[in-house]
């Protein structure tokens, strides 16, 4: 099967979060079982853009209203990554540092989609399924279907999956002029409450609509920013796929990001001597255990209440533990959590950066991951720290309650709490400190964790399923 992945962000070449991650691992995976997946996405300007050879697919021109622009569509030469790796530039336009965050995105990324269904108008191998992730790429089922330009390309059928329901990239109907001729009479697949909202159009108008993990499309039910009456309705066409995660990237045995890999074997021993290193850097006693935090810092994650939580912990345990955040995001939550790095010097430390080598030495070194989300649509971290034998803290919500099992019943091997609230917060750390003293259960619990089998090769193949069903 011939499958063209649409999204605005792909590991290694552009990464903001875990949308990153699946766009480089997912075709990757579903390669290896015998399909032909590619992926296309925003030329940004990164590291990966600079240091790789790139040939021209394509080049075409589009309009937005009346500006013309014209695009170029370039392909990684090598197919290193495991799959064809296609980037649309449109100068002045994609072309930029950043992936998201500028005043233009909606053009940005409207644009991009039309590049992309231009390109497949006129691409002699049309794809057989077109999957599209998030709202950058959400308008292409509505514009597929209902742009008469698009016409010979409108029986592809078409799979939106939805890594985060809080972002739906809402446009005043001021901007409905970028789109090519449509038929008008569809314009309520556009709207919701008043503006265009390009999410709901791609829930509304694709074949079928997955997201990362079972529970969060049971809460996307509940609670979706708005759309959770429109997943009710539509719950017909909607599935949940747990995310997987890349084993050959994300291997201790071979990660050349850690100073000693490890594997299930020498768990202890590897980890130890990672944390040693970590430790220096920061100043920390390795004899304490280790607890990190990575991630956006936002209150989707609950990172603004980590600074009332060092505070109440180490009111409580100072000097029994040390604490490492890696994170950047709202400018007041990385204030906050930046004016306590004095305060507990030798125990506390935090870098507000992104920082990949960083954070897989940490998840290596770490003995424990604290999740707190208020919501978590899938979750990598968790699945990251597991693979690397750092017990996971986590809130049940969402993929975390999908993928991580208590410890303190059968099979399980996480801590879980149930609301992102200081008591439940200090009780699992409670039961985090008092399992680091329990060394038996401590190693026991992360071979299990080690062992889990939560490679892509089993949700690949569930996505390959399901695009047989349409
Ligand atoms: P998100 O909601 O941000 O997509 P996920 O858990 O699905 O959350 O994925 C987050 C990904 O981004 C993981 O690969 C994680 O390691 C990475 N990440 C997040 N923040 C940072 C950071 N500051 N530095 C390095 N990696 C980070």
Redesign the pocket.
Known sequence: MEILHVSAECYPMAKA???A?VAGALPKYQNKIGHNAKVVMPMHRTKFLYNNQWEVAHKGAIFMGDNKYEYTVIKEETNKLGFNLFCIDINGLLDREMIYGYDDDAERFTAFQIAVLDWLSNWQHQPDIIHVHDHHAALIPFMLKFCYTYQQIAHIPCVLTI??GQYQGWMDWAKVGYLPAWDTWRWGLLDWSGVINPLAAGVKCADLVTTVSPGYMQELMQEANGLEGLFRTEAYKCHGVINGIDFEVWNPATDTYIAHNFSIKNATAGKKLNKEMLCKQFDFNPQLPLFIF???LVEEKAADLLPELLIQTFAKARDKFSFLI???GEKNIEHQLGSLNNRWVGYYNSKM????KL?HQMYASADFLLMPSRVEP????QL?AMRYGTVPVVRRIGGLKDTVQDYGDEGGYGICFNYPNMGDMLHAFDRALALYDDEASLKKVRSTMMSLKTSWEVSAKQYIELYQTI
């Open positions: 979060g875990g949308l991650d890594h985060n990575i991630g956006r890696l994170g950047s950066e992104y920082n990949e954070s899938c979750g990598l971290n990251y």
